[in-house]
């Protein structure tokens, strides 16, 4: 793809809102620190009380590139929660750059 007319900081901006997906936007906010996606209660079975439950999703500002593509690569059986990508290595590069450079 030619994409010099846009920087590779506004590419990879752009895969982050919309990864031919749910955009990562939505679950990892700026990808900084960890978001509470999900609230929920549930019935703990020893004590039959209600406690309550979170779906977190981590920070990703700080891992290295290569977990960053694992788990990008991973099969969506590995997570109950994040989708799966097929993202080529290119579109990771520039999604992995903006992350780290996003203000
Ligand atoms: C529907 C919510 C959701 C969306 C959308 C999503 N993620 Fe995630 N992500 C999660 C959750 C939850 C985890 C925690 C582990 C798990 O359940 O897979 C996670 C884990 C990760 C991790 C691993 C972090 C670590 O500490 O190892 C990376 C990297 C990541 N996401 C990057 C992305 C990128 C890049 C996108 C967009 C292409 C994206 N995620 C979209 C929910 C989401």
Redesign the pocket.
Known sequence: MDNSFITKFEYGAM??EN?R????I???GKGNKAVV?ARYKEKDKKTKKLVEKK??????SN?SFK??VD??KSDKT??????T?F?TTEEMKS?YYY?KNIK
């Open positions: 895969l982050y990864p997906g749910v955009g990562c939505k679950c990892h996606i779906i977190i999703a981590p920070a990703i891992v977990d960053f788990k990008l590995e997570s109950k929660v994040m989708p990508y993202l999604l992350i």
